[in-house]
């Protein structure tokens, strides 16, 4: 499952593992992705959404026929 958000765009951010000696060697910050299934009535079947924790929550606030908008309106395929 590719790590990005289809509602915001969230997508792993990279740093340094920092040892105790201070030697560096790159990592990756991943954001929280969950696969959540949602009822879409105007289409009258299920949707299943690649979303982040925060993405859940903003299709709880806007509702899922606003947020199936933003990511078509992004470009997304739904």
Not at 1 to 12: D, E, I, N, V, Y
Not at 20 to 26: E, K, L, M
Request: net charge positive; hydrophobic share 30%.
């Amino acid at each position: 499952m590719s790590a990005h958000c289809q509602l915001t765009g969230a997508r792993p951010g990279f740093g340094n593992r920092i040892s105790h000696s201070h030697r560096r060697t790159t990592r990756r910050f991943d954001p929280n992705i969950q696969r959540k299934r949602y009822w879409l009535p105007s289409e009258s079947r299920y949707v299943r959404l690649t979303l982040s924790a925060r993405g859940v929550k903003t299709v709880d606030t806007i509702g899922v026929e606003a947020a199936v908008a933003r990511i078509r309106a992004r470009g997304g395929k739904v």
